[in-house]
């Protein structure tokens, strides 16, 4: 009972906080309260060991135990890691990762660029207004199991319309499952291969002040790569095309607790032996304001550090032959998403954001990530962008660098 009272004061105070910031902000006064948890949310969080320690690497093979409060310390802190505690054995067990060629230029912009045309901003924006209502998709909370839920409905009605295509949730043990759609291709004469091409984004959101409590809408992280790459997957799944390798789309869970979403799928298609031929993050798609208030030129920011060097090369090449906007070189630390769950699993992996790291959104893990902070015709080059690497690298033949 005293853990209970002394939790439920902690919130109060920490809505008290939230609350004064707003005014100091300027927000409306007629604003929807913070307030408006779900009870079951405070059920969930009172029944978790919140002393228990957890594993997290920072870097490369340097890992400290730490508590599930001292994780948020940490990255209120600006602090990167990946929360491994449940797939340690797992890593150490991975064999040498193998490693394919991609091609030097994009090589089927006559079947693609037409399909860029079909991409449209407006169902992003409808998208995004529905997932941001949930009150958080912080991923202990029942709201966060919820946005899940509507999430993949709209997956699986994207998919219905295509009999190649399979949805399936990835089940966790916290109650927001990830989802993973699978989009096969028939090809004539000849098998799909067996690697797949991954496109990803993490759909649930937290606010660093209190995550278990506050509001968290989570508009640009990473309701914008959410919502960017479902939009990307309805136009691939209306194509139909014929493709060599099948392409995947997966929304993490679980993402702000140290990648644990994403880590529990690749170290499972680690152990069943599948070959992933190229995994890109998508992860905040929406926010420009910074960039353009700077005189810098909008752009995508793709990341060069801890990612696979030839296929973020081919990235590049995408950009330039399918974008309106060029790319800016950047770097985001280790772990900084899932992408680094791939490349821990032995896959190639790569990561694209909004904009250089320093200009990227800094309301994120607040009250105030907000859809109207967000533009859409940049979620636009995003999706040409996911859209085509999906099928650019759907189409190809990726073969074993020697």
């Known amino acids: 009972m005293r853990s209970q009272a002394l939790l439920l004061s902690l919130f109060a105070v920490a809505v008290t906080a939230s609350h004064a910031h707003q005014h100091v902000a300027g927000q409306p006064q007629h604003q929807k309260p913070i307030v408006d948890h779900d009870e079951n949310d405070i059920t969930s969080v009172l029944g978790t060991d919140h002393t228990e320690l957890r594993l997290i690497e920072l870097e490369p093979g340097v890992t400290k135990k730490v508590t599930e409060q001292e994780k948020w310390d940490l990255k209120r802190a600006g602090v990167n890691f990946m929360d491994i505690t449940d797939h ?27 399909l860029l045309a079909k991409l449209n901003k407006d169902n ?98 990473d309701g914008s790569g959410t919502v960017t790459i479902l939009e990307a997957f309805r136009v691939l799944v209306e194509a139909a095309l014929p493709l060599k390798n099948p392409v995947e789309f997966h929304w993490y869970s679980a993402e702000e607790g140290g990648l644990l979403g ?72 280790y772990a900084c998403s899932d992408h680094a769950s791939a490349s821990k699993a032995g896959y190639q992996s790569a990561f694209v954001i909004e904009s250089a790291f320093d200009d990227s959104d800094d309301k994120i893990h607040t009250t105030e990530d907000r859809i109207e902070y967000l533009s859409f015709d940049h979620m636009l080059q995003h999706a040409k962008m996911t859209l085509a690497l999906a099928l650019e690298l759907g189409m190809a033949d990726l073969v074993e660098s020697s």
């Open 262 to 333: 994403s880590q529990a799928i690749f170290t499972e298609y680690s152990k069943l032996g599948y070959k992933v031929g190229a995994m890109l993050q998508q992860d905040m798609t929406g926010y420009v304001k910074k960039t353009l208030d700077a005189g810098k030129p909008e752009s995508v920011g793709v990341i060069t550090d801890y990612v696979d060097p030839g296929l973020t090369a081919f990235i590049k090449e995408v950009i330039t032959t399918y974008c309106d906007i060029p790319y800016v070189e950047t770097k985001c630390g």
């Open 124 to 221: 992003m924006k409808q998208h995004l207004e529905k997932f941001t209502s949930f009150y958080t998709r912080y991923f202990r909370s029942s709201s966060g199991a919820e946005s899940s839920r509507w999430l993949l409905g709209q997956v699986s009605g994207t998919a219905a319309a295509n009999p190649l295509v399979s949805v399936t949730p990835f089940i966790h043990s916290w109650g927001q499952n990830s989802i993973i759609a699978h989009v096969a291709g028939p090809v004539s004469g000849q098998n799909i291969s067996d690697k797949r091409v991954v496109i990803g984004a993490h759909q649930d959101s937290v606010n660093l002040l209190l995550p278990m409590f506050l509001r968290s809408p989570g508009a640009d992280d």
């Open 88 to 114: 340690e054995d797992s890593y150490i067990q991975i064999a040498s990762k193998t490693v394919y060629k991609y091609p030097s230029k994009p090589q089927h912009e006559a079947i693609i660029r037409p």
